[in-house]
Structures are given as C-alpha cells and as structure tokens.
C-alpha cells in the first residue's frame, strides 16, 4: 500500500492556490506541454508565458515546426537562454514526425528517446499530457523532499538513486492523482518552498517537515554560488546570436566583432556556438543560423 505522508494536505493546498498556466488547461495539447517543459528548464515562468504564447502561434504542432530549418527555431528562442534547447525541440519535433506521424509519444521510453528530452522531462510529458504515473524530480522537487523528508536545506548537485527511490515511493498508487501529486509538489517549491527564502508559516506540510522540525540546519555541503553572467562566456554567446536573430540573412565577420571588444573570449564563444551547431559559418566569410 503506498504511503505518502504529505499528499492530502499538499493536495488540498495546490488545489487552492495552483497558478492558472496555459499548460495546465485541460485543453493543452500535448506538443504544447512538451514545449512548456523545455522551456521552463532555468527560465522562469514570467519570461516562458510570452515565449510559449508565441511559439504556439507559430508552430502549432510538430510537424508545423519540422517544416522549418532550424535556424527560424534559434531565432524565436529569442532571449530566453540556453539557446541549444531551440535546437533540440526542432530535432524532437523532426523525430516526433518521422517516427510517430506527427503525434507526440505517450510512454516514457519514447519520449525519452526524443533529442534533448531528459528523465524528468519525459516523467513530466508522460504525466502531464497522457495521465502516467511516474515520479518527477525537478530542481523544485528535490528541494522540497530534501527538506521534508531528509531534513537538509539543500538536495545534492546531481539527483541520486536515493532520490529517486524517495520519489517513486511517494507516488499515489492512482495515476491520475499521482499526476497531480506531481505537479503539486513542483507548485510547492517554487512558491512556497523556495531556494533563498521559504516561506514555512505559509507551507501546508510544515507540521511534518524535518527540515524546519529540526531548527533548519544550514547547509553543510559544498558552498552553492550564484550563477552570474555579466562578463561571461555565455553574455558573449548572447550578444553574438542577437546579431544574426536579428539578421534577414548571412551577416560578415566584422558585424560580429563589433559586439564584444575582447578579442580571445569574443573567437572562443563564436567558436563553442559553431560547435554547438547555433551558428553556420559559410564558405564566404560570413556567418548565418543554421539553415
């Protein structure tokens, strides 16, 4: 018999206070939770919103998307980030076409196999947009059972077996319920549960958290920094892929040059983008997104 400790007070708090997110509807479609799930993947929701809204618009359905090259895919990425993500959507919508005519996969294995589709991602998709029950572990997720079930503040950088088996054995035997056990926990850590500031008085499984029980230990692990970002590798990468979003067409060298005044780490972004297959370099001298 499962045993879950938290599902019905935590239940009861998502069904009060749950966000209304397209992607939650009833009506979204599979291809637009797959989507959404990439997307959010360290983009917060007030920049996805717009961006989901838009690619939608565009690209209704996989095949939609599959019929374009993969540069239009960059190029609507816009600023939302780790712009390699455009590409694997492109390349999953391809495989979504060529493998399973057009229609997004129901079973994990499948959705697995897809370009760029991770464990959770798939997880999620299966039990979003098809009713499956499997475990989720996003960064929020493991947050929250790190603190009420383990009682630390922090999970480890990379999830564990531990982890894993922690989530499967909290799964409501219905795969309906376990879904929405899913996305209710997920809801948790990132309003209530947060990274910097939790806020526990507002917590619905705070009675039962061994974090907060505890007297919240602080962390004792490795120090977690702050990502930053002015100055870096990845500003540069930015600035570059601007030129050529904004761009109707191959664009010269000096165009490039122009954006970032340090020559070495200006030669080394540009060349971790061309790498990554975000930038076509030409025969010409010029520059492009794929085509």
Same mark, same amino acid.
């Given at each position: 018999m499962n045993?879950? !400790?938290? $599902?019905? #007070?935590?239940l009861a708090w998502y069904q009060a206070n749950a966000r209304d997110l397209p992607w939650r509807r009833s009506d979204a479609s599979a291809w637009s939770i797959l989507v959404s799930e990439i997307m959010l993947q360290q983009t917060p929701v007030a920049r996805v919103l717009p961006a989901w809204e838009a690619w939608l618009q565009r690209w209704p359905a996989p095949a939609d998307l599959a019929a374009e090259p993969p540069g239009e +895919?960059?190029?609507?990425?816009?600023?939302?980030?780790?712009?390699?993500r455009a590409l694997n959507l492109h390349a999953s919508a391809c495989a979504?076409?060529? &493998?399973?005519g057009g229609e997004v996969p129901s079973t994990y294995p499948e959705l697995r196999a897809l370009p760029g589709v991770g464990a959770?991602? #798939?997880?999620?998709? #299966? $039990?979003? #947009?098809? @009713?499956?029950?499997? +475990?989720?572990?996003?960064?929020?997720?493991? &947050?929250?059972l790190a603190r009420a079930h383990t009682g630390v503040q922090y999970p480890p950088k990379a999830p564990t077996r531990s982890e894993t088996e922690l989530a499967e054995s909290l799964l409501p035997a219905d795969a309906a319920v376990a879904a929405r056990w899913g996305v209710a926990i997920m809801e948790l850590g990132a309003l209530v549960c947060t990274a910097r500031s939790p806020a526990c008085a507002d917590c619905p499984i705070a009675s039962q958290c061994a974090w907060r029980l505890a007297g919240k230990p602080a962390h004792d692990g490795p120090p977690r920094r702050a990502q930053t970002y002015a100055g870096t590798d990845r500003q540069v990468r930015g600035r570059l892929l601007a030129v *050529?979003?904004? $761009? %109707?067409? !191959?664009?010269?060298? /000096? =165009?490039?040059? =122009?954006v970032w005044n340090e020559p070495i780490?200006? %030669? &080394? +972004?540009?060349? +971790?983008?061309?790498? /990554?297959? *975000?930038? /076509?370099? &030409? %025969? /010409?001298?010029?520059?492009?997104?794929? @085509?």
């Open positions: 045993q879950n !400790p938290y $599902s019905t #007070a935590l +895919a960059v190029r609507m990425w816009n600023r939302l980030g780790y712009p390699r979504i076409v060529e &493998r399973h959770y991602t #798939a997880a999620a998709v #299966a $039990s979003f #947009a098809f @009713g499956g029950r499997h +475990a989720i572990l996003d960064t929020n997720v493991r &947050r929250v *050529l979003r904004d $761009s %109707e067409g !191959p664009v010269p060298k /000096d =165009a490039l040059d =122009a780490q200006r %030669e &080394r +972004a540009l060349d +971790a983008l061309v790498a /990554d297959g *975000l930038v /076509d370099p &030409r %025969e /010409d001298g010029t520059y492009a997104l794929p @085509g």
